[in-house]
């Protein structure tokens, strides 16, 4: 029978239900700042395609906001039932950051969810705007303090340690929190925050491109595809061009407070001046050289110190207990970077045809744009993996300014939970989410084939409720006009 090792299949078991949760955040994120800026364009003209944007891609929200939440507090569970141990070292840190996360983030969201969601009809125009702004900051702000949380344990500060005699006469050790803020804003929170978050606005945008682009290809919705692709295209160059500065600053911020994650994201087996820069190939542990490599000579120290003769710290600096798994590390890092390139790319040349007026008509470019929300999702789990496998062998990563700080994953499990456990709890998990998952893939490829209500009806519908009139529309060949010399909604 195989021997299973219970601290490997709760890990493998976290990152299963970490990587499956984290489909759903990125996509609220970036499709919330969206959402406020079509509303915001129909407050601004009266335009009902820009209500017809707002509307459909709110349902969208909806549906993947609720995915989020279902997946997020199973999630959480495994810190009480897996990791006892590493619960109870961080609990005094990690309660008041979710403490914050919940009060500050959670409950601006949901709160104003229902008003988002069901409320069109229901309140004042710029009311409901309002509530789309708050979800939105509230969807951002959540992402803070999860960020908060998880950089303290990349970069952990504003804390002493303590120790604890149980019941049983063993003496605990555990973080004491003495710094809040110092806490919160540690080495590594801003960094880590910005990218995350531009990573998520780049996922966010590729949707509103993906679904806009197969509306296109099937010639339905055509106007609401044409002007949802012209505010999400450029939207999302933005923050793929964004994507490269705060990754370079997180790269920077990485090399200085974890060297042998930035050695092991680079396959830099020994410390070296004019150190290179590792576009592809295959590390070699035993070798400690990386085969089939294509580098640029110097890169990486010029990256890292403005100075390529600088040396950058190599995997030799460091005891081989203390060593990042290299292979998974590097590769996961360098295809994060390939797709972040290919992104930047697909997304440049949109925004050139479509200022050109030539978008529309390159049916290869909008096929490649359905399919090409794959990327920025990839993207997104690569860059957690990269983080996360690069700060092994530590789950809490240790502080030169607290001696004997730090936290070993291994020694981070609960005692009293069996491999068996652990392995029958990731079956039926993986069945549950397997079903949730064909679940919401069915709803949302209903909600997308069923398309956008079309102006006219939300005009008809607003002047139904108003008494009002409402002008109709012109209609131009090839498109449907949307409504531009309709009233602003301010006088239904």
Partial sequence: MMNLDAVFLARLQFAFTVGFHYLFPPLTIGLGLLMVIMEGRFLRTGDYQYEAMAKFWTKIFGLIFAMGVATGIVMEFQ??????????????????????????????????????????????PRMHFFATLMVSLGSIFSA??????????????????????????????????????????????????????????????????????????????????????????????????????????????????????????????????????????????????????????????????????????????????????????????????????FMI?????????????????????LRLLVVAIVAPMAANQLGWIAAEVGRQPWIVYPN???????????????RAVDAAEVLSSMILMGIVYAALLVTWLYVLDKKIKAGPESPEELAAAAARRTGGWVQAATVLPGRADSLTDAPPRERR
């Avoid at 109870?88 to 959670?106: K, M, P, Q, T």
Wanted: glycine share 10%.
């Fill in 400 to 414: 030169p300014d607290v001696p004997g700080s730090g936290l070993r994953t291994t020694e981070a499990s609960s």
């Fill in 144 to 341: 803070v303090w999860i960020i908060v949380a998880n950089s303290w344990q990349q970069t952990p500060a504003g804390f002493e340690l303590a120790h604890q005699t149980l019941a049983d006469g063993s003496v605990l050790t555990v973080a004491r929190l003495t710094d809040f803020w110092a806490a919160v804003f540690n080495r590594s929170t801003l960094h880590r925050l910005g990218h995350v978050l531009v990573g998520a606005m780049i996922a966010g945008g590729f949707l509103v491109l993906s679904v806009s682009s197969y509306y296109l290809l099937k010639g339905r919705h055509v106007d609401f595809a044409r002007r949802s692709i012209r505010i999400a295209l450029p939207f999302t160059l933005v923050f793929c061009l964004l994507a490269l500065v705060t990754g370079d600053f997180q790269g920077r911020n990485v090399a200085r407070w974890q060297p042998a994650k930035l050695a092991a994201m680079e396959g830099l087996y020994r410390t070296q001046a004019h150190a290179p820069l590792h576009l592809f190939g295959l590390p070699d542990d035993a070798a400690q050289t990386v085969k089939y490599g294509v580098a640029i000579p110097g890169l990486l120290s010029y990256m890292v110190h403005f100075d390529a003769a600088q040396p950058v710290t190599g995997l030799d600096a460091f005891p081989p207990e203390d060593r990042p798994p290299v292979g998974l590390t590097f590769q996961s890092f360098h295809l994060m970077v390939a797709l972040g390139m």
């Fill in 345 to 365: 790319l697909l997304t440049l040349v949109g925004t050139v045809l479509l200022r050109r007026d030539r978008l529309f008509g390159q049916r290869w470019l």
């Fill in 79 to 124: 810190f009480g039932t897996n990791w006892a141990s590493y619960s109870r070292y961080v609990g005094d840190i990690f309660g008041a950051a979710l403490a914050a996360e919940g009060i500050f983030a959670f409950f601006l969201e949901s709160g104003f969810l229902a008003v988002l969601v069901f409320g069109w009809d229901k309140v004042s």
